[in-house]
């Protein structure tokens, strides 16, 4: 297999010296006395609010014995409702026990948690651990009488344009305002209405002119229509208050909702390279606001996110919960003495690089990366708890949507630009290139509609594969969908019926489908290396391969997991890879190099001799 250099750009010349031991020898050398510590629980420890229906997810730091896992490892005691039973079973990370109480807690009581040491895998045994947590004191109905009916399988089926003479009379009018030579793929729509004219609502696809190729009429209207990498078309259905999986035929296969007694959001569900999913609920709270403001109401409802991520069987694997992490006084241009608080209105997740979650939160003003490991916030940009410094951009994005990560490593945002100072509010798209150690973000692109428009809420960016970006305008009524040549010019642009929007706007190739389901289907077989020469106080070469492209983050942690140096984050194709490092002036000791992707991780053992 041919070699390749990382480029030098791109390699962070880090201070470590190292003596790299495969991860399967340290796991196997634990000792029987060793004790494996627990990583991250949900709910919280202490967490408040938490709902009556809840499950409970305990994660080691290294992987359980499942045959050696029982039932009565986990005791569960509510303060009224007594002792639980339930059901005990570790997800397929192998380092994850959920427990799901046979019945549902008693509102406003206090839970303990009291977890006995269990099996390793590789030896030794987990500390025995303890931990509680208050139920929220609104009462909410037992399972029984929240099931929801999948009625839409009654519904009409996918058609396609060509099949018929021509669209139903009722399909909306999608108007072409711009062509000037789009890119190659066909635009994944779906629109929802706040009007009651002739027009019904529908997930449709479109060719690259903007003329329709298949479509399948929704009750009440459809959010995010798009391809999964999985294979799976999805879309939030507005009816039903779920998401519903497509397969190529476009016939239902699969339905995703939210756990733990909390309601589906509307917002996002990414599928993940691991099998799983993630996705965001919704729930709420009664607070007194007076504690927050002297008019504020007593008995305020306040609306709360979590991100919820499923394991490949939809276990529940983690759930990060925004009142466990943001203040409600964290939220911008907010009347605090209002009936109804939006404390966060997520909008948007993306799995970085690295492994952890972005989150974008729309009453914050703020993208929030998570670690996925311990729940632990890594950094905070915009809003008031802003880490970053903005260059090349006076103009703060505000109640923004959809932000991604391109395989450049910069980030694109569609900034709504709610509460933009005067003379006026406008939206626009924008890329920034963001130093997560130096915590810079630099614009590096921006497109504002010529003239200026407003989207007051939702919206998408997308870039192409030939440079260009298309852009879903959310609620505005002025356009819908505009393409974007890296000139600034416009290929084409799309609008809706008047009353009709679009949450957000896709763009794909046939190819790019298959592309994603195989690069999917076929995770990556990576390998990282022993280090040479070894033990060295200078400089050595770490190599790792890949059998196919992937997104990799290598870094370096100290024995307290501290991330020390960023050694490459980015996307590497197909090969074999090597970095030289010099040991600098870190101190001599052992370090830990891990190479993460999306699926999966690496640690090897490092040590600097001075």
Known sequence: MRAYQI????????????????????LATVTADAQVKVNYTYPSANATQVSAKTTIGIRYAQAISRNLLPISAVTVTGSLSGSHKGKLILAT?????????????????????????????????????????QISKVKILPYSLLEKEDSHLRGEPWLSSSAVDSVPSDFPVIAVTKLNGPAEGNIYLSDFKYTSDQFGTYLMILDSYGHAIS????????????????????????AAKKFYGLDSNYVVVDSFEAANGY????????????????????????????SVISSGDSTATVVYNDIEEFDKDKNLVFDWRTNDHFAITDVTYQDFSLRRIDAAHCNAIE?????????????????????????????????????????????????????????????TIFDNGNFREPPFAYSRALEYSIDEVAKTATKVWEYRHDPDIFAGAMGSVQRLPNGNTLIGWGICDQTSVTEVKPDGSTAIELLLPGGHYNYRAYKFTPDDLKSAVSANSQ???????????????????????SSNRTLIHLAIYDLLGREVRTLFSGTVERGEYSATFDAGDLPGGIYICKLVTPSTSFSEKMIITK
């Not at 791109?10 to 340290?26: E, G, R, S, T, Y």
């Not at 549902?104 to 947590?133: D, L, M, W």
């Not at 390279?273 to 007194?288: F, H, K, M, R, T």
């Not at 990576?526 to 200078?538: D, E, I, R, V």
């Open 351 to 411: 799995l970085d690089r690295d492994g952890s979650f972005l989150l974008s939160s729309r009453s914050l003003d703020e993208i929030t990366k998570i670690n996925r490991e311990d729940g632990s916030m890594i950094w905070r940009w915009g809003g008031k708890h802003n880490q970053f410094h903005t260059t090349n951009d006076t103009i703060p994005f505000l109640h923004q949507h959809d932000m991604r990560r391109l395989a450049n490593g910069n980030i």
């Open 93 to 133: 990370d192998e380092r994850t026990i959920i427990f799901t109480p046979d019945i549902i807690f008693a509102a406003g009581e206090k839970v303990q948690v009291s977890v006995i040491p269990i099996r390793c895998a590789y030896g030794g045994f987990t500390v025995p651990y303890k931990f509680s947590f």
């Open 7 to 26: 480029p030098k750009q791109v390699v962070l010349h880090a201070p470590i010296a190292a003596l790299i031991i495969p991860i399967f020898m340290l």
């Open 523 to 545: 995770p990556p077989t990576l390998s990282l290396k022993q280090n040479f020469p070894n033990p060295f106080t200078a400089s050595s070469t770490i190599q790792f391969t």
């Open 215 to 238: 479509y399948h009429k929704t009750r009440q209207g459809g959010l995010d229509f798009r391809p999964q990498p999985n294979g799976l078309f999805t879309y939030f259905d507005l």
């Open 263 to 290: 309601e589906t959001d509307s917002h996002e569900l990414r599928i993940l390279p691991n099998g799983g999913y993630a996705l965001l609920g919704v729930y709420s709270d009664i607070v007194d606001m007076r």
